[in-house]
């Protein structure tokens, strides 16, 4: 549930972490890594919420499916057609986001890829909207407090984890990744790191779509 808003207030706290795509071309063995990001949720983080109900707001984000009215684009689309190895989060959103962008093989579907988690438990009664808690829990993560969720670097552990998967199912064709905003940038963050070519920041929109290549 991280927004391109999020991901601003983020590189503030740390460096960045981090797309027209390529067909894979077995006769040079280029790599291809896509990230994709969910579709909007039917839950939206322009609710408000009073800070001791933001973890309910969290555990209803977490079960939602996508919206009715919003539709894949077409772009987006044609990558997931010519994906040979489809990976996706647990998470509801992002399974419907794949069904919704008509994924051609069973997608493996693996918690590891699931969102970064952070703080939700507030004691404070004053209302503001799910995605200003967010931001503020997020701030919070990054500076160091976890408690009830997993550290910042037990997330990058996670993401290594997921990047050794795709890297390794990489290397016999395209592979796409349907997660989420958070967790899709520590695992372009861990690629760029091992060489691999794409933009510092994946694109943290709905439906976003970054593909990552060497």
């Known amino acids: 549930m991280i927004t391109q808003t999020m991901v601003h207030m983020l590189s503030l706290l740390h460096p960045p972490l981090a797309a027209a795509r390529l067909p894979f071309n077995r006769t040079i063995a280029r790599q291809s890594i896509t990230l994709i990001r969910h579709g909007p949720p039917v839950v939206s983080l322009g609710q408000a919420v009073r800070g001791h109900q933001f973890r309910r707001f969290v555990e209803r984000y977490d079960a939602a499916k996508i919206a009715q009215r ?101 290397q016999m064709g395209t592979v796409v990744l349907v997660a989420h905003g958070g967790i899709n940038g520590l695992i372009a963050d861990e690629l760029r790191r091992r060489g691999w070519r794409g933009p510092r920041l994946p694109h943290s929109q709905h439906w976003g779509c970054t593909t990552y290549r060497r």
């Open 70 to 170: 919003s539709l894949p684009p077409v772009a987006v689309r044609r990558v997931m057609a010519k994906a040979d190895r489809v990976f996706s989060s647990n998470r509801p959103r992002a399974l419907h986001t794949a069904e919704l962008l008509g994924v051609p093989v069973a997608p493996i579907i693996d918690p590891q890829f699931r969102e970064i988690e952070f703080p939700v438990d507030f004691s404070r009664h004053l209302r503001l909207s799910a995605l200003t808690w967010t931001v503020i829990a997020l701030m919070l993560w990054r500076l160091g407090y976890s408690s009830g969720c997993e550290t910042l670097e037990h997330s990058r552990q996670r993401a290594r984890l997921a990047a050794d998967l795709l890297e390794r199912q990489s």
